[in-house]
């Protein structure tokens, strides 16, 4: 009886780790889900301020992805989304916090980055992933490439939307200036406080 007790009592934990995990966690990709980065992004601002230290924020978007997918189908698309996720991984530092925004755009927190570094971060990214050589069903796919936008605390922001709006522009600015590129964000706090 005992033992079927403490049985009952690991399957439980069990359970409860598996769904955690998958609350906070993408499926297809297995990096954190927009959620956790969200709630990820406030944490890190309150120790960057505590601490007086720097954190950047780096909005990526695959470039022409619903091309890429329409050319050689959903399937290949994950199997490029699962491989830019497994780059980003063994590419990023182990505190770096690294989010599946949503569709083929992904955000990552750099605690203690400023915005130069991350800039340099990001474009260092842009390269290696502009060399991946990927093959699905024994053809070889067209390259990928990368839009980047960059925001930092705290010359762009110092709460999380004002922070999140400053790297979407400044990725929306990559995309306008022929992709494939990486863009610091130019809105100060001033700026960014009018535009809302």
Do not use: W
């Not at 939307?161 to 522009?169: E, I, N, S």
């Amino acid at each position: 009886m005992v033992a079927s007790q403490i049985g009952l009592s690991i399957a439980s934990l069990q359970l409860r780790e598996s769904l955690r995990d998958q609350s906070i966690r993408d499926a297809l990709t297995g990096l954190f889900n927009r959620r956790f980065m969200l709630e990820s992004l406030e944490r890190e601002l309150l120790r960057s301020k505590r601490k007086q230290r720097p954190l950047a924020v780096l909005f990526i978007d695959l470039d022409h992805f619903k091309k890429f997918n329409d050319s050689y189908g959903h399937e290949a698309g994950d199997l490029v989304l699962r491989r830019i996720a497994d780059v980003f991984r063994h590419f990023f530092r182990q505190d770096d916090i690294i989010c599946r925004y949503g569709g083929e755009e992904f955000a990552i927190i750099l605690p203690e980055s400023n915005a130069a570094d991350a800039g340099e971060r990001g474009d260092a990214l842009r390269r290696e992933v502009s060399q991946l050589k990927l093959q699905y069903n024994q053809q070889l796919l067209s390259g990928v490439t990368l839009s980047v936008g960059v925001a930092a605390f705290p010359e762009h922001g110092d709460a999380a939307d004002a922070l999140l709006k400053a790297a979407d522009h400044a990725l929306y600015q990559s995309k306008a200036m022929g992709r494939d590129r990486v863009t610091i964000s130019a809105l100060t706090l001033e700026k960014a406080a009018q535009a809302t």
